[in-house]
């Protein structure tokens, strides 16, 4: 009914205005709209083509297209973007950091971060899309300055990976209830003066939650535990909705690790010497080879094996699609092998892209560089599956198999390649500036960013920041790029070309349409929404 109500009224402003407008020569008359804040106009039902409101929540003047409503600053492309921002202060005068963000289906926005005064704890908080803090959870179980993940499910329970500092190093993985109270948590421990650090979340089909990480020594999660014989190792652990803990298993050198779907575990890393998995040994040939596996649903192993050469070889990121086939990137240096499949490097190192299938059948590799050191940085997928590669470069010229060139004007410099899945064959190549990070949006178009440092060189105190975030359209074209203040952390994309991000400022900034300025001189978090 309210929502009825709102539209006549906005009929009938639209109507009286229209009745009173005198437009004579030499004026363009009196027009008036009405000012509603963004979730109004959302609210209004069967809007039709041509209605116009002032839009207070991202401060433009909106119009109906008929099939959307839009700034006017908009042409109804992908080609523009209109934003706002709040700000999040804790502590009159505390440590706010935001780390990871989620988006649920009716766009609202979760925040996990760490707060303090003297020590600091996990903080998560639900805002709606025009910054109404919802809830907010503080978690004060133990001192929480590394808060890794956020993730929200169809019924509006959160779940969240909080890590421990100091000398315990503990984790922490936690559920939360719609209304933001705590349902249950597990806790990670170890030896003292040990590492133990959760990274990822990810779901099954029957929400069953997995969450990667890695430790140092051992890792005790309810009467599970493993035992680093290495040193650094990866783990997953398997967990019910409920928080029972199913089964806990260390990946070994497997220091990056994905979930598919099914419940399937893949991981890759890198190791020195031999190494052990289930009873399976591999041997490097040289400084450094690469490790890559698969754990069944009950966490046993599927299987494992070794690529690379006499140089130094790394897996860096990995990425499974929806038929469990696996990519791994990463570099290489001199000759490597990946299962028979020679490979050469052209300098220090090269960059490479393998994939193999769901039971460990080597598919194809794709390469490329130039002089200096060239590696992968992250792979995301497109909704088809596509394999989108950011990687890293310090040469001016770059090669990639089959013969593809690519120049960036500056060294060191980014690169971003789509592939097909099916052959590797590269659908289109380019440079790209200022990218640290990357994410692909349902539409499968791209944004990176990166932060840059106006007058310091510390990224945890973000004054001084401001943050360059890029679009590129399906087919690599360039649409946009968005400059503004603060630190950018982590970004999520919502329904209807929305997305958010998250960060890190202090001092005063300028977000899109908004102006903060932070409460202490420690800095305060920001969240900010963005339409296309």
Request: charged residues 15%; proline residues 2%; hydrophobic residues 35%.
């Amino acid at each position: 009914m309210t929502r009825y109500i709102l539209l006549f009224c906005l009929l009938g402003y639209f109507f009286a205005n229209a009745q009173s407008t005198t437009i004579t020569p030499g004026s363009a008359g009196s027009v008036s709209v009405p000012k509603l804040s963004y979730d109004q106009i959302m609210a209004i039902p069967n809007p039709q083509a041509g209605m116009m409101a002032f839009d207070s929540t991202f401060k433009c003047l909106k119009y109906y297209n008929g099939n959307k409503w839009l700034c006017t600053s908009q042409n109804g492309s992908d080609n523009t973007a209109v934003g706002f921002a709040w700000k999040k202060a804790v502590y009159n005068n505390g440590y706010e950091r935001a780390n990871a963000i989620a988006v649920d289906k009716n766009n609202n926005v979760y925040i996990s971060g760490s707060a303090g005064n003297e020590a600091m704890y996990g903080y998560i908080a639900k805002f709606s899309p025009n910054g109404t803090l919802i809830w907010e959870y503080t978690d004060y179980y133990y001192h929480a300055n590394r808060v890794s993940a956020i993730a929200v499910d169809d019924n509006f329970q959160v779940y969240v990976l909080l890590n421990a500092s100091f000398r315990s190093n503990n984790l922490g993985i936690l559920k939360l209830d719609a209304k933001g109270a705590l349902l249950w948590r597990k806790n990670g421990f170890g030896d003292i003066g040990s590492y133990r650090y959760a990274e990822n979340i990810f779901f099954d089909t029957n929400q069953q939650i997995y969450v990667t990480g890695r430790f140092t020594t051992n890792l005790t999660i309810d009467s599970f535990t493993i035992n680093s014989n290495i040193g650094y190792e990866g783990f997953v652990v398997k967990l019910s909705n409920d928080g029972t803990v199913q089964w806990l298993k260390s990946t070994n050198s497997g220091l990056v690790s994905k979930v598919a779907s099914n419940g399937e575990s893949y991981f890759a890393g890198h190791f020195t010497g031999s190494i052990t998995i289930a009873g399976n040994t591999l041997n490097s040939t040289g400084n450094e080879d690469i490790v890559i596996g698969k754990l069944n649903k009950d966490g046993s192993l599927a299987w494992v094996k070794r690529a690379g050469g006499i140089g130094t070889d790394k897996a860096n990121t990995i990425a499974v699609d929806n038929a469990g086939d696996v990519y791994i990137a990463g570099s290489f240096s001199g000759n490597a092998y990946f299962d028979t499949t020679p490979v050469n490097a052209v300098d220090a190192e090269d960059f490479y892209l393998v994939k193999y299938r769901s039971d460990g059948l080597f598919l194809w590799l794709r390469n490329g560089g130039g002089a200096g050191t060239d590696s992968g940085i992250k792979i995301e997928l497109s909704s088809a599956g596509q394999p989108i590669v950011l990687g890293s470069a310090s040469s001016n010229s770059l090669t990639f198999y089959p013969g593809f060139v690519l120049s960036p004007p500056v060294s060191p410099g980014n690169f971003l390649i789509r592939y097909d899945a099916f052959n590797g064959n590269i659908t289109w190549a380019r440079v790209v500036e200022n990218a640290s990070d990357f994410k692909v949006n349902p539409q499968d178009e791209i944004y990176t960013w990166q932060n840059i440092a106006v007058g310091m060189a510390d990224p945890g105190n973000s004054k001084g920041y401001q943050n360059i975030l890029t679009k590129y359209l399906y087919d690599g074209t360039f649409a946009y790029r968005l400059i503004n203040g603060g630190a950018l952390q982590n970004m999520a994309f919502g329904t209807n070309k929305h997305f958010f991000f998250i960060g890190n400022y202090s001092d005063t900034i300028q977000v899109g349409a908004s102006t903060l300025t932070s409460t202490d001189n420690q800095g305060d978090m920001y969240i900010s929404h963005w339409m296309e």
